[in-house]
């Protein structure tokens, strides 16, 4: 009890009092024409979700260029706040600042009007709830809670896959139709480079040699329980999956970063199922795999983009249902057959290979990611102001 009253009391001076007397320390100047800032919340490195978006501002080569890792959730809190306080000093001045995820730090003051805030997002398409959007279920905060300290103010503009989910993010993110916009998701552009996918193959291969000559399944599901303890599925019968699959195909499993204690993969499966979380980036995976089994992950929306099959391992449907919900109907939505045990996902694994509806994954595609063509990053810099040679390389 006292511990919470602690913790809510440092939470209430650092986002109502500090942070926001830090930026304003910091923004009373004139802005810096061309400074962008890059800021990553949780991740060491630039991200999938930024990388496009952040190679293309640095081919223009006339801005500033700024990047900043908050480690928010994953480094001590003193290393967070002392990294939350150098953004804010940064972003002072700033012309423009990127961003992929949520950030109550980032709400919780008034930004100054100059500065332009895009906000990427880290996923497409508009799957299981979040923000607003999931404030009467087990998931998430309360509607008050998220009121008192905001997730999505100062953006000028949220990018989203496609014009079927605005309604979505207006809705999660409690925005207006003049901050969304459906001009298409950055990091999608990589999977419209014929190269780039050539030679994620070649990459997994040279770091797993045991892929030659199979087919790569890619098991990429999302986390379970809250984000602050958030665990792996556990149903992936790896043994009995072996037996019936192991002489044609391997499985490549990339759990969701925010789980910290992996499942181990027994011994007899080593030659079969590799755990590359901490390995391999999931766009590579996405690329080089021939089916992804997944469960309620964004990321069936980008591989829909690649035109291969997908099977859902939803085995505990009803209550993840009950727990967090979707945005529309479960059953309808999916583009492949849902599956709720070992038995019948290997069934639906050999069946894939010859006989899989592709039309599922067209309309799935044509509906949910819309906007993404290849062109995405250059559009949001045309829709922001930064100028470039769109037409030309169009």
């Known amino acids: 009890m006292m511990k919470n009253i602690i913790t809510n009391i440092g939470k209430f001076i650092l986002l109502r009092l500090i942070y926001p007397w830090q930026y304003r320390r910091f923004s009373k100047g004139s802005i810096e024409e061309g400074k962008v800032i890059f800021v990553e919340i949780r991740n060491e490195k630039i991200s999938n979700s930024l990388k496009s978006m952040y190679e293309r501002v640095i081919e223009l080569g006339k801005f500033n260029i700024k990047t900043h890792f908050l480690l928010e959730g994953v480094g001590s809190r003193k290393e967070n706040i002392k990294r939350t306080m150098a ?3 940064d972003m002072g001045d700033a012309q423009y600042v990127f961003l992929c995820e949520a950030n109550n730090a980032f709400a919780c003051f008034d930004k100054r009007k100059e500065t332009k805030v895009i906000q990427l997002w880290h996923g497409c398409g508009a799957f299981k709830k979040f923000g607003f959007s999931t404030a009467d279920l087990k998931f998430g905060s309360s509607k008050s809670q998220q009121e008192k300290y905001p997730l999505y103010n100062n953006l ?3 990018t989203v896959s496609s014009p079927e989910v605005v309604w979505a993010y207006k809705e999660a993110m409690g925005l207006s139709d003049d901050i969304v916009k459906p001009l298409g998701i950055s990091r999608t552009d990589v999977f419209f480079d014929v190269e780039y996918i050539e ?7 040279a770091l797993i040699p045991q892929i030659k000559g199979k087919k790569v399944i ?23 999956m072996k037996k019936n ?12 970063p925010f789980i910290k204690d992996l499942p181990e993969i027994s011994e007899s499966c080593y030659e079969f199922a590799f755990d590359v979380t901490h390995e391999l980036d999931i766009d590579v995976l996405l690329c080089a795999s021939d089916i992804c089994i997944s469960d309620y992950s964004s990321l069936v929306f980008e591989y829909a983009l690649l035109n291969k099959p997908m099977i859902f391992f939803a085995y505990d449907l009803d209550d993840y249902n009950d727990w967090r919900g979707f945005y529309y109907d479960y059953d309808e939505m999916t583009p492949g ?9 290997v069934d639906q694994i050999e069946l894939a290979s010859n006989n899989y509806n592709y039309e599922e994954i067209k309309t799935f595609k044509n509906k949910f990611m819309e906007a993404c063509d290849g062109q995405s990053t250059n559009r949001i810099l045309e829709h922001v102001g930064i100028r470039w040679s769109y037409s030309e390389d169009k």
Request: hydrophobic share 40%.
């Open 87 to 89: 953004f804010l000093k």
């Open 156 to 158: 000028d503009l949220v």
């Open 199 to 205: 030679n994620c193959r070649s990459k997994i291969e």
């Open 218 to 240: 890619l098991y990429a599901p999302t986390f379970r329980g809250d984000v602050s303890n958030a665990k792996a599925p556990d149903k992936l019968e790896l043994e009995f």
């Open 245 to 256: 699959l192991g002489d044609k195909y391997v499985i490549l499993i990339k759990h969701h």
């Open 337 to 345: 057959p849902i599956v709720k045990d070992a038995s019948k996902l």
